[in-house]
């Protein structure tokens, strides 16, 4: 069974920066599509970044020239580095990823992780 294990959230003030991280683990044949979303209580989770299997990124309007997403296809991992944080970026964020096993294309979901940016 394949499992997404997030790092790097936390409590930081406006204007700083975290780095967030994703590690898959388990039978993949092929990893496809990685990508961050976050979700904050009453609201529908929301994507952040989308990095594919070849390095195209695609980010949220709100987050674009604060965020970079990227991956270490070698270790199954993906990364979301989060500068110039701010209060509304106060939220759980997840990890996802698209690939591939012996029993065909699947989807998961990291556990999730707290960012909270205080004023």
């Known amino acids: 069974q394949v499992q997404l294990v997030e790092s790097g959230g936390g409590l930081v003030q406006a204007g700083g920066s975290l780095r967030l991280s994703c590690a898959a683990s388990?039978?993949?044949?092929?990893?496809?599509?990685m990508g961050w979303y976050r979700q904050v209580p009453g609201k529908q989770r929301e994507l952040v970044a989308i990095?594919?299997?070849?390095?195209?990124?695609n980010y949220a309007e709100s987050v674009k020239g604060r965020f970079t997403i990227s991956r270490d296809n070698a270790k199954n991992t993906v990364y979301l580095q989060m500068n110039s944080l701010k209060p509304e970026d106060t939220a759980v964020y997840y990890c996802?990823?698209?690939?591939?096993?012996?029993?065909?294309?699947?989807?998961?979901w990291g556990q999730g992780t707290q960012v909270t940016v205080s004023s």
């Open positions: 388990g039978i993949i044949v092929r990893l496809n599509d």
């Open positions: 996802n990823a698209e690939f591939r096993t012996i029993t065909g294309l699947r989807t998961a």
């Open positions: 990095i594919t299997s070849g390095g195209s990124t």
